[in-house]
């Protein structure tokens, strides 16, 4: 099958979108599959790619390491000469979701859009955030899913409340999958020694953007009562992000500087040792659709700590595979972590157990199998709709209508965001 992803964010950007296309895209192409990729161009991009098509965009929008992607260029329209798309997947609801969607209706097939964010807990990344803006971007996305044949949603809880916010279409709900030959790979030991590690340590770890939607504030400080109270425990963190240098800070100003380290962006090989070696993984975020970082610990056999929260509580079950802590609150968080390092071996290989079987279920093979099984679904259904010859009229005439169906999607998201604003006395 040929399969066309459009996704705003794509590597060498690190964040759960990018590797959710990398991941399908390598594991579809291991199939026989050919997978192109349109995204935009980030600055350290490899000189050559294969099957990917990038775009202008602007880099690092509003001080984030985000590239903001401009209209499709002649690149794109040059590509799809030569490739004949059976479907287009879109993991994002604007900029390059606009041209999946052009692409789709020019082509008539359909097209699939992974839930990848809860969107309105990320404008503040946008200037002017405000509730109203919240509103327009909770009501673009729900219409934009309505514009799309099926819609991916990460984890129950997403597909329970896209569907609340009024989703029509069928969801599906398809996690991101996790390599787990990759991350139970990794030499724990040797990543331990390289870091200073003494052999009777414990190792907390933290993956992921060093950013406030992270819920990095509440982490820190669960981990500086931790520390203070175990002076043989370590807190390390992979990532960049803008509160990178104010989590260093509030380590140093704690005095504990040299039990925190802050190791900057990893690749998958070096990341898969850091998993390796780390006692216990902490996770506070309660932004997520899915933890893509939670599974890939458990795939290298290390146990979560993690606030209840969505895309959370479908992968960490308290007591079997991790502890799910269900408040924030710094004094259980601090206490779950003190129960994963008083395991017993014994009750530490029993939980290695549960944590294996977790990784298997969220395994890569198995996911984009799903998502297969849906895409063939689509494929073989569409095709049937097309009752008017392909023309140059047919094709203008596709694109207008859906251009028409995005501005009036914009246009609803707006005047929603207009009349929640409130009245001035």
């Known amino acids: 099958m040929n399969i066309l992803m459009a996704t705003n964010a794509f590597y060498p950007h690190v964040g759960g979108v990018a590797r959710s296309v ?33 775009v202008p965009a602007i880099q690092n929008f509003n001080g984030s390491d985000f590239s903001v992607p401009v209209r499709a260029s002649g690149k794109v329209i040059s590509a799809l000469k030569s490739y004949a798309p059976q479907i287009v997947h879109s993991h994002h609801p604007f900029l390059l979701g606009d041209t999946a969607l052009r692409i789709a209706a020019t082509r008539d097939i359909p097209v699939v859009f992974t839930h ?32 799309c044949d099926a819609v991916i949603a990460p984890s129950q809880t997403v597909a329970e409340e896209i569907v609340r916010r009024g989703v029509k279409v069928p969801v599906e709900v398809i996690p991101t999958g996790v390599d787990v030959d990759l991350f139970a790979s990794g030499d724990g030991d040797a990543f331990r020694k390289r870091m200073g590690i003494p052999p009777d340590a414990l190792l907390i770890g933290h993956v992921g953007r060093l950013a406030p939607e992270k ?74 659709t899915q933890g893509m970082v939670l599974t890939e610990a458990m795939a290298a056999g290390t ?23 269900p408040r924030e609150d710094y ?43 849906l895409y063939e679904s689509l494929v073989g259904v569409k095709p049937l709709r097309k009752t008017i010859e392909p023309s140059l ?33």
Not at 29 to 54: S, W
Not at 308 to 316: I, K, N, T, Y
């Open 331 to 373: 004094e259980e968080f601090v206490s779950a972590l003190a129960w994963v390092a008083g395991l017993s071996l014994q009750e530490r290989k029993r939980l290695g157990v549960r944590i294996a079987d977790t990784a298997d279920e969220f395994s890569m093979p198995r996911t984009a199998a799903k998502t297969f099984t």
């Open 393 to 425: 009229w047919t094709t203008a005439r596709k694109l207008i209508e859906e251009e028409w169906k995005i501005v009036r999607n914009i246009a609803h998201a707006a005047g929603h965001a207009v009349l929640s604003m409130p009245k001035s006395k």
């Open 22 to 54: 990398q991941g399908f895209s390598a594991e579809f192409r291991r199939g026989g599959h050919r997978v192109l990729v349109v995204a935009p161009i980030f600055e350290g991009i490899p000189g050559k790619e294969t099957d990917v098509v990038r």
């Open 116 to 147: 990848h964010t809860m969107y309105e807990k990320y404008t503040h990344y946008v200037p002017g955030d405000s509730p109203q803006l919240k509103r327009f971007v909770l009501d673009l996305v729900t219409g934009y899913c309505n514009l």
């Open 215 to 288: 819920n990095l504030g509440f982490l820190t400080e669960c981990m500086i009562r931790f520390l203070s109270r175990n002076k043989r425990a370590y807190f390390f963190v992979v990532g960049e992000g803008p509160l990178k240098q104010e989590i260093k800070q509030t380590f140093a100003a704690q005095g504990l500087a040299e039990r925190f380290s802050s190791l900057g962006v990893m690749d998958h090989p070096e990341l898969a040792s850091a998993y390796q070696g780390m006692d216990v993984f902490a996770f506070a975020s309660r932004t997520e």
């Open 303 to 325: 146990p979560v700590v993690a606030v209840d929260a969505s895309g959370v509580r479908e992968v960490v079950r308290d007591g079997e595979n991790g502890r799910l802590v």
